[in-house]
């Protein structure tokens, strides 16, 4: 079984949508150039929205392979097809743990 990439239109927590909408805006921008993803950082920091998503830009323009990131975007279950943020999420999703 293989975790599929998904949108992160998908992600049923507002927070988790938030920030894989801006991990995958960086992750556009290390492939064609700009800077979107810092814009909207900055602007929904001087919203006063939450907690400071720049870190989030940061981490991924760090990465800049241009890949989908492991641990900021959103991935679906194989087995259920529920999304989640990050693949370790998505992995323990419908794992069941096998007992002696």
Partial sequence: MHLK?????????????????IAAK???????????????AKKLNS???????????????????G????ALEAWECPECGQAYLGQERAWECCTVQEYE
């Fill in 5 to 21: 990439a998904t949108h992160w239109k998908s992600l049923p927590n507002r927070d988790d949508r938030l920030i894989a909408r």
């Fill in 26 to 40: 960086a992750r556009c921008d290390t492939i064609w150039g700009g800077c979107k993803a810092m814009f909207l």
């Fill in 47 to 65: 919203f006063k929205h939450g907690s400071d998503l720049r870190w989030v830009v940061s981490q991924v323009y760090a990465e800049s392979t």
């Fill in 67 to 70: 890949s989908h990131n492991l």
